[in-house]
């Protein structure tokens, strides 16, 4: 203390200089986060569009992309299915954008949705679609992505396309290992955990969902199992004909593997692959289809194993 109980010069300006970097900082991230992102209070309906910024978005007026989304209709819709309904989105007729409509939650469940959507509008990787925006409604929420051109893997395996061509083993392996590294990477190096499960999606949840409603990294493990499946036998988790026999896909793999009959379960659009690798796929994906959580694996031991397949053929037939 100075003369006088009166606090030293040199201790008053670093007092002021701290608290004015504080407020600087403050100002700074303020900004950064309104350049992050475009939000449109929707007068008419109640709901919000919150927009990414980002190279294929900084060009586009928000209300008139809030306008344009408005207006999509049933001639729009390019997929459909137990997550929602798929519209493709076209603005100025030259940037087009997928549009996933999706039931609202509750009010508890909306608001860990809003913060996970917040999260993965800031992920950038080459095997996860960019989220570009969303919109929240009273009753109803949509997903803004970017439009992956050669369609969905639901309509690369069950498209009713004249025009569709069967998917070879070389693609369905850099499918399934794309994949596993998008979701390793939400699991286990971005810095906040995101959850892949998406509500409604019967057929890929986890036994434990239905007992716990949460979504877990162990039951994204589970989902990816399914779709490791879907790829080997090119069947939907819910085929009809799993319904009309009281099975399901996971129950009527597990059986066929067990009596060492992989080849009779293989997808018939299938020709020219190498069963040893079929094998150690379907082996992969039943670790992931384990009843209990623990017993999985995670999805990076996942990748290792994936990628084993490929590096040990390389080294075998170099």
Not at 54 to 80: Q, V
Not at 195 to 214: H, I, M, N, Q, R
Request: glycine residues 8%.
């Amino acid at each position: 203390m100075g003369k006088g109980g009166t606090v030293p010069l040199y201790i008053a300006i670093s007092v002021v200089a701290f608290v004015i970097s504080k407020i600087v900082m403050a100002v700074l991230c303020y900004r950064r986060w309104k350049r992050k992102q475009m939000v449109v209070q929707d007068s008419v309906t109640g709901g919000k569009l919150v927009m990414f910024r980002s190279p294929r978005t900084k060009s586009l007026k928000p209300n008139m992309f809030l306008k344009k989304t408005m207006k999509l209709s049933n001639k729009d819709i390019i997929g459909s299915g137990g997550y929602g309904i798929v519209y493709k989105l076209v603005i100025n007729d030259c940037i087009s954008f997928a549009v996933k409509r999706l039931n609202r939650l509750s009010s508890e469940q909306d608001r860990g949705f809003e913060r996970e959507l917040e999260a993965m509008g800031n992920i950038k990787h080459r095997n996860i679609v960019t989220l570009h925006g969303y919109y929240t409604a009273p009753h109803y929420n949509l997903l803004v992505y970017e439009l992956m051109t050669n369609g969905s893997l639901y309509e690369l395996l069950h498209g009713k396309s004249v025009d569709k061509k069967a998917l070879d083993w070389p693609s369905r392996y850099k499918i399934a290992i794309g994949a596993a590294r998008g979701i390793s990477y939400l699991h286990h190096d971005y810095k906040t955990h995101v959850s892949t499960l998406v509500a409604g999606t019967f057929g890929y949840l986890a036994p434990e969902y239905f007992d716990t409603g949460k979504a877990t990294a162990k039951g994204d493990v589970y989902s990816y199992g399914v779709v490791l499946l879907e790829l080997l036998t090119g069947k939907k988790p819910t085929d009809e004909a799993f319904i009309e026999e009281g099975t399901k896909l996971v129950t009527w793999v597990k059986s066929v593997v067990q009596d060492k009959r992989e080849g009779y379960v293989v997808d018939s659009s299938l020709v020219d692959f190498p069963m040893d690798e079929i094998n150690r796929v379907f082996s992969i994906a039943l670790m992931c289809l384990e009843m209990e959580p623990s017993e999985r694996p995670t999805m990076t031991e996942v990748v290792k194993m994936l990628e084993q397949i490929r590096s040990e053929q390389f080294i075998s037939g170099a």
